[in-house]
């Protein structure tokens, strides 16, 4: 037997032990059976190789071979990955369904890009060019959206001998480079080891926000670009829904989703649903700019892990090319609960509730494959790369260790509240337990770019919900009617705030998505009447009155106005200020 081929000894689920692989190294892919299932060896001791394998492992028995392939678990990175729906380990769904039918038989295997395919390469680079890693040889029209840039992969740095336009598949070689151990032929496609972070030039604080279009977010608990984020809550509590709105409406370039261990009607969801969004910032399908990886809650455990570092080295590549770039996890949770079984399977120590003792660890390599760059090249182009994570923790316990190794090394924290969803209040993110790391940053940002009085708007907003949860344990108590009339307007005011400005209907074509600019006049509407209604009653106007006035129906119905009418809002406003200075003092 050579050393290219071992042989199966053990089968304990997913985790199969094989002997005869002298020379094979950790996270080297593997063919397991005849089948030829895909594995990945994840220990090594003396002569047993420990493989988790991403395919069912029935049938697989001691004696049956396990053929090395020499290579890690890799991405091929190249055009085509744009529009594309991918497994855990980048086969492409389409092209096994049309191979196979709707159930993918074990080992099937298709390549990640269509080579079938023809992209017209357009050359920036000349002859006698000086190139290394990451320099841009030239540009593929991918798709409406994305300019997909030809890099010098890494590894390779010389003198272009030849470069062309041309037309051709993936593997059509579009330049030669000299290099100091010979001339190095560079085609459209590479391929990366998912485990390991590419290379950046430097990174740089994050300076700006991801525009989500989502209120609380936004408003008061903001994510920059390049920036990490976490959405934590109990079973239906809206973590996908939530997921699903910042997938479609986040201001990144490129967004990249990755179903981890869901649901599978979720995730049809999700397949069926982007084709048919349009992008707000284009009006062309959301799909021209989204790569998708699906791994259903009913596919190999195994695969789950893999499904996570595929997307984040499909991430980084379009981040290389100077996109500002999105990625959301749903769930994380999932993924832990993997590597919890396969930790199990290999007899580790367990660490707290049966979880890896690296699991923090292997959390954090994650979320710090996040931030923004000097990408590698010449041209110095700043890109970015935030990573959005959902967390399923168990009976909602927030405590639990896959949530507080997330928050370890996340910066914002949208706690979701099953209170605030069995109430209906949806994106159920509890304003009183979340907060963002990012908030100088942003109301930096919207000060300068939206309003000067951003930030004291979003301060004031947020203390009217703070005093109003004071005040809720006292009305608990004695009533409202036992209330100052001060604090029952501040009630009043705290109300309008929560059900008119944090509430959002994702599934309203006017309310799913609001810009900065409209968050901004919305609040502002809410603040005004507060402001305005606290002077009439110091002068003597009735309570109940400013409590009751008309022109307050209006409010509800703002968060419906269209984007292109600010007048409304001021008209809405002044409307109020008439209202007000219409009642009569005593």
């Known amino acids: 037997m050579s050393n290219n081929q071992g042989e199966v000894v053990k089968v304990s689920g997913p985790l199969v032990v094989a002997k005869g692989l002298a020379g094979a190294r950790m996270y080297e892919m593997v063919r397991v059976g005849e089948a ?48 594309s729906i991918y497994d855990g380990v980048q086969r492409p769904l389409d092209a096994l369904a049309k191979d196979f ?13 269509n080579r079938d395919a023809t992209w017209e390469f357009k050359p920036l680079a000349a002859v006698g060019d000086a190139v290394s890693p990451g320099d841009v040889l030239g540009t593929v029209q991918e798709s409406k959206l994305v300019l997909h840039k030809i890099m010098v992969p890494a590894g390779i740095s010389g003198t272009v001998k030849k470069i062309g336009p041309m037309t051709g598949n993936v593997e059509t070689e579009v330049a030669v480079i000299d290099t100091s151990s010979g001339p190095a ?151 832990a609960e993997a590597m919890r079984e396969i930790s199990g399977r290999l007899e580790e120590m367990p660490g707290e509730e049966g979880y890896p003792a690296y699991l923090g660890s292997r959390i954090a390599s994650f979320y ?85 009085a951003w930030e004291s708007d979003r301060k004031q907003a947020m203390t009217l919900l703070q005093r109003e949860a004071e005040l809720d344990e006292l009305v608990r108590l004695v009533g409202i009617d036992a209330l100052a009339a001060e604090d029952r307007l501040l009630m009043q005011a705290a109300k309008m705030v929560r059900e008119d400005f944090l509430h959002q209907n994702a599934f309203d074509d006017r309310d799913t998505y609001t810009s900065l600019k409209k968050q901004n006049l919305l609040l502002k509407v809410i603040l ?11 002068e ?35 409307n109020i200020a008439d209202a007000i200075q219409a009642l009569p003092r005593y």
């Open 36 to 83: 030829g299932l895909f594995g990945e060896i994840i220990e090594i001791r003396g002569n047993d190789y420990s493989i988790q394998v991403y395919e069912e492992t029935e049938g697989i028995g001691p004696g049956q071979p396990v053929v090395r392939t020499g290579e890690a678990l890799s991405v091929e990175l190249g055009p085509g990955l744009i529009r």
């Open 101 to 113: 039918g709707d159930f993918i038989e074990r080992g099937a295997f298709s390549a990640a890009l």
């Open 185 to 335: 032929p560079v085609t459209m496609v590479q391929r990366w080891p998912v485990r390991q972070p590419r290379g950046v030039a430097r990174k740089l604080p994050p300076n700006e926000p991801l525009i989500t279009g989502q209120r609380v977010i936004d408003m008061f608990f903001p994510i920059a670009k390049g920036g990490t984020a976490c959405v934590p809550g109990p079973f239906g509590s809206g973590k996908t829904v939530v997921q699903h709105q910042l997938a479609k409406w986040a201001d990144a370039q490129i967004v990249v989703y990755v179903g981890c261990g869901e649901r599978g009607n979720e995730m049809t969801d999700v397949l069926m649903e982007f084709p048919h969004l349009k992008d707000p910032a284009s009006g062309e399908p959301l799909m021209e700019r989204t790569v998708l990886v699906a791994n259903t809650s009913n596919m190999p455990v195994a695969a789950r892990e893999a499904s996570v570092f595929t997307g984040i080295a499909i991430a980084e590549y379009f981040r290389d090319m100077g996109y500002s770039v999105a990625l959301m996890a749903d769930s994380t949770s999932r993924w």
């Open 368 to 452: 710090e494959r996040s931030g923004k760059v000097v990408c590698l090249g010449k041209d110095g182009r700043e890109a970015s790369l935030s990573l959005i994570g959902a967390v399923s923790p168990a009976g909602g316990d927030m405590s639990e260790p896959v949530t507080q190794a997330t928050l370890r090394v996340v910066k914002v924290y949208w706690g979701l509240d099953a209170n605030l969803a069995y109430a209906r209040h949806f994106p159920a993110i509890n304003w009183l337990s979340s907060y963002s790391l990012y908030q100088n940053v942003v109301d930096a940002y919207a000060n300068r770019e939206v309003a000067p």
């Open 528 to 538: 005004d009447y507060y402001t305005q209604a606290r002077k009439a009653l110091s």
């Open 540 to 574: 003597g106007a009735s309570l109940n009155a400013l409590l009751n006035l008309h022109a307050l129906e209006n409010v509800a119905r703002a968060k419906l106005i269209p984007e292109n009418a600010p007048n409304e809002f001021t008209q809405l406003q002044s």
